[in-house]
Structures are given as C-alpha cells and as structure tokens.
C-alpha cells in the first residue's frame, strides 16, 4: 500500500528537490512562511540552470541568471512555468523581462505570492 500523498508538495514538482526545499515549501505552504518560499525560488533558480552551465560559485542575490548562471530566454521561461506550477500563481512577460538577478527573481515571485494572498 503507498502512503497518500503529502498535499503540500506537489508531487512530482519538487520530488527530485534535497529534502530541506521539500521541507521549506511545506513551511511555506502551511504557515505562509515567504523567506522558505525564497528559499525554493532560489534551489528552482540553481536547478534550471542549462546544462553545461558553470556552477564555480555561490548563489547570491547578485547573481545574474544570464551572465552567472548561464540562463538563455528558454531557460528563463521554463524556471518561469515551473515557479508558477510549484506556487499556483500567473508570471507575466513583464514580471520575468524585469528578472535579472537572484533578488529580482525572488522579489517577483514574493509580490506575486503577497498579491495571491492578498486576493484570497
């Protein structure tokens, strides 16, 4: 018999993910925890970089997805579709035009996630 699933992951979004992003969306999910949700944008953030990309340092909120981390427009869109299937809310092409950095990333998906809520 397979245990039900956990409702506050969705499964298989983040069943690839280290154990503590899993734990930090549930935080997220349960107790509207937004720096645990920062730190699911960023661990999405690191796994999305295109393959062959350069891993040679720290992520930082400086770090730049294009120049940094490698990113291209594909990349950008599919981190993008991901983000808004792991926390249920809509990415427009202006939010993620305005995405450069680390913080911008999380900036945005932090307005998008408040504005959601607030919306509830």
């Not at 949700?37 to 720290?58: F, L």
Request: overall charge negative; aromatic content about 6%; charged content about 25%.
């Amino acid at each position: 018999m397979c245990p039900a699933p956990d409702p506050a992951l969705p499964i298989p979004a983040l069943a690839g993910f280290p154990p503590e992003v899993r734990e930090a969306f549930r935080r997220y999910r349960t107790e509207g925890d937004t720096k645990a949700a920062e730190k699911v944008v960023i661990a999405a953030a690191v796994d999305y970089r295109p393959a062959g990309a350069s891993a040679s340092h720290a992520v930082t909120d400086d770090t730049r997805l294009i120049e940094d981390l490698g990113y291209d427009s594909v990349a950008v869109a599919e981190l993008a579709f991901f983000l808004e299937d792991v926390f249920d809310m809509t990415i427009s092409n202006e939010d993620i035009l305005a995405v450069r950095t680390i913080a911008d990333l999380r900036g945005c998906v932090v307005r998008k996630l408040a504005g959601k809520a607030g919306a509830a």
